[in-house]
T-cell receptor, first 113, second 114 residues
């Protein structure tokens, strides 16, 4: 079956614009995660969904960041008024239940100019 | 609370020699532990996982890791390095206290020389 799919694969945006990043998890996976990977920063946890609810939003860097998940499937990460420090690779992962291994997508490389 | 410390940011090995990547963790509950590998410009791939079964875990590509509760360690080893093992490796912990959140270590960059 298909793996975790993320779109777009690359996004260049102007500072101050809003962007939406999409994640299609593996079918049937109830848990979904967003991470950010910046050069020299490792992987930074952003948010975790179990079904459509997000029990842990502690990693969202500011109120410019939000995420939703609908139908227990597709998730969208929205960044409003993008800043240059938002440039990074945004990774999505899903797992069949919270403590199973996570399967990662290829990521969306966001560049804010 | 959970955390992961990868003790080496860079490891350089010669092809054919053993590889050791060190990882220590902190977890309030019985943890699940994972090693992921990321090749340049590629996604993250699961190498192996420990989820409270056998303490010696075998993974793909000849890698294995041993869970040692007394030392809170989960070191990754391979008897003989191959050029294709050059990549970044991440140790990851998850436990019941964190709603399944995966906490990543900072990563270890592995260089393999001929």
């Amino acid at each position: 079956g298909a793996g975790v799919s993320q779109s777009p694969s690359n996004k260049v945006t102007e500072k101050g614009k809003d962007v939406e990043l999409r994640c299609d998890p593996i079918s049937g996976h109830t848990a979904l995660y967003w991470y950010r990977q910046s050069l020299g920063q490792g992987l930074e946890f952003l948010i975790y969904f179990q079904g459509n609810s997000a029990p842990d939003k502690s990693g969202l860097p500011s109120d410019r960041f939000s995420a939703e998940r609908t139908g227990g499937s597709v998730s969208t990460l929205t960044i409003q008024r993008t800043q240059q420090e938002d440039s990074a690779v945004y990774l999505c992962a899903s797992s069949p239940r919270g403590l199973s291994e996570a399967f990662f997508g290829q990521g969306t490389r966001l560049t804010v100019v | 609370a959970q955390s992961v410390t990868q003790l080496d940011s860079h490891v350089s090995v010669s092809e054919g020699t053993p590889v050791l990547l060190r990882c220590n963790y902190s977890s309030s509950y019985s943890p699940s532990l994972f090693w992921y590998v990321q090749h340049p410009n590629k996604g993250l791939q699961l190498l192996l996982k420990y989820t409270s079964a056998a303490t010696l875990v075998k993974g793909i590509n000849g890698f294995e890791a041993e869970f040692k509760k007394s030392e809170t360690s989960f070191h990754l080893t391979k008897p003989s390095a191959h050029m294709s093992d050059a990549a970044e490796y991440f140790c990851v912990v998850s436990d019941n206290d964190s709603w399944g959140k995966f906490q990543f270590g900072a990563g270890t960059q592995v260089v393999v020389t001929p």
